[in-house]
């Protein structure tokens, strides 16, 4: 079934993935079947002091399956979740695998800016969220969206008699994930159950996850990281115990750790930091941790090299994206390859090519944009024609806009990016997207939003305004951001107030020098 134009790789590229088997013809769906099968008494899921058995997910997924149906979603239906790290995310998630509904993941940290934007754009029918008041929002400015459920009154999509029946195709899209928005707000990525199962089994093998895996969710389990890499899903194929925690800091992680004697986490590089400081000073017992995932941005070497002595565990380095291209160190790697590089490709046919600015291949050792086309990486995104025709070359490579250095192994360094956008801590802040809000201030004449180095976030933010009238403060920016309702992570971190901007040759805002002066800037209020 083709999805709003959606029809997925060439058939030639698909034969050959299923001839080699990375794709096996298995929905997300089946897979939690066959887990309960192996293994119908084992502790499946975690949250607080509710625990599901493998038998027991695989039954209330099916009655939240009978539920959808009930309520009138079919296949194909869009359906927007916002959840946080909830029983309820993970039960409505295999629900809709099973009846064929696709779920589009917001993350927690959207708001009705964001959330309106994904709602419209999927044509969802139907959203799930934790706050009635952003659900009863989105449900009177999407015009699409029927009704919403929330968390408080879930059962109502628990029907006594669950649905065994699984309605979905493996080559159906089985899950909508979020950009990371490099340009305005999210483009939509259709994973489908095939390419998404490889995606989480390959992480599950080259991370050593195994049914006596214990995978604490410690970051919103709505991210692809933390839901595939190989995260819930990875783990709940493998037969191991997911424990999803409401947040990632060491007070609500460490206790956690010690009592369901978790083995694996995935953080992004300032969440490593905090846990590494914190472990010196509240000596936890973090005895069972096996393994650290590290992602979503570049770890230092000297905070990758802290890991094994502080936590007394493995590293394993994760640089990937969304879009599909994952690349892990593995767990037999020098030290040297663990500390400084973010992995090598998953697969076999990942085929990766790094380039210069005029599409020429560049040599090892010097950084070129990556360009990649593999079994589980996307070949176009949901509803957005004219972004796929800068986005993908004509013969099926995804232009994923980072610059990277490749190293004879086959391993690659991070370098940075080649588009518009600021890695504040594995966030994506889209630069254009908060500039167009903030220039509907009344007191913003013009502005340029310019990332600039920060120890703990990897980035920071920093808008510089040219003002109409009085110039604004941050508090009144901040302000106004927030009642337009986006994330918090986008708001800016400093804002500093200019006559004029920078030029270039070409007339354009020159923000090499706007990020030269961010830079500068903290370092004078640092010295104040």
């Not at 903030?438 to 180095?453: E, K, S, T």
Request: proline share 7%; glycine share 10%.
């Amino acid at each position: 079934m083709t999805l709003d134009g959606f029809t997925g790789w060439p058939p030639e590229f698909a034969r050959r993935y299923r001839d080699l088997g990375y794709w096996q013809g298995r929905t997300l769906g089946g897979l939690l079947h066959d887990s309960a099968r192996r293994g119908p008494d084992r502790t499946a899921l975690v949250d607080g002091e509710r625990r599901w058995t493998y038998a027991e997910l695989d039954r209330d997924a099916g009655r939240v399956a009978a539920g959808l149906r009930r309520k009138g979603l079919v296949r194909g239906d869009r359906l927007l979740v916002h959840l946080p790290n909830v029983a309820e995310f993970v039960l409505l998630l295999f629900g809709c695998f099973r009846a064929g509904v696709v779920p589009v993941l917001a993350l927690p940290a959207h708001r009705e800016t964001e959330l309106e934007h994904l709602g419209t754009l999927a044509g969802a029918v139907a959203c799930v969220s934790d706050d009635a008041a952003l659900a009863a929002t989105i449900t009177e400015r999407v015009p699409t969206v029927r009704r919403a459920f929330v968390t408080g009154s879930f059962a109502e999509l628990l029907t006594e008699n669950p649905d065994g029946e699984d309605a979905a195709d493996p080559a159906d899209i089985a899950v909508l994930l979020l950009s990371g928005g490099t340009t305005g707000l999210p483009k939509l990525i259709p994973r489908t159950h095939d390419d998404y199962a490889y995606n989480l089994r390959a992480s599950a093998e080259v991370s050593a996850t195994t049914g006596d895996t214990v995978y604490l969710a410690a970051l919103p389990a709505a991210h692809n990281f933390a839901l595939a890499c190989p995260g819930v899903l990875g783990t709940l194929w493998a037969g191991g115990t997911v424990v999803l925690s409401a947040s990632a800091d060491p007070e609500t992680a460490f206790p956690l750790i010690e009592r369901e004697r978790v083995t694996t986490v995935a953080l992004v590089p300032p969440l490593v930091l905090v846990w590494l400081d914190a472990a010196e000073f509240l000596e936890p017992d973090l005895s069972s941790l096996r393994l650290v995932q590290a992602g979503g941005a570049r770890l230092k070497e000297e905070a990758a090299r802290r890991v094994r002595p502080v936590l007394g565990c493995a590293l394993q380095q994760v640089y990937g994206m969304a879009e599909g291209l994952l690349n892990f160190t593995r767990l037999d790697d020098p030290d040297e390859l663990v500390a400084n590089t973010q992995g090598r490709p998953l697969s076999a046919d990942d085929e990766v090519l790094l380039v210069d600015e005029d599409g020429r291949p560049v040599p090892d050792g010097e950084p070129g944009e990556l360009l990649v086309r593999g079994p589980y990486t996307l070949r176009g995104y949901f509803r957005a024609p004219e972004h796929n025709r800068r986005s993908f070359t004509p013969d099926g490579f995804y232009r994923s806009g980072d610059l990277v250095r490749r190293q004879p192994s086959g391993h690659l360094v991070v370098e940075g990016r080649r588009r518009d956008v600021i890695n504040r801590g594995g966030d994506k802040v889209p630069v254009e997207e908060v500039e167009n809000l903030l220039l509907a201030h009344p007191a913003v004449h013009d502005v340029a939003i310019v990332g600039f180095p920060d120890e703990a976030m990897g980035e920071r933010s920093c808008a510089f305004v040219v003002a109409h009238g009085t110039p604004p403060t941050r508090a009144d920016l901040v302000a106004h951001l927030t009642a337009l309702g986006i994330a918090a992570f986008k708001l800016p971190d400093r804002v500093r107030v200019l006559d004029s901007f920078p030029r270039t040759g070409l007339g354009k805002v020159d923000r090499v020098v706007l990020a030269d002066l961010a830079v500068r800037s903290g370092q004078r209020s640092a010295r104040a």
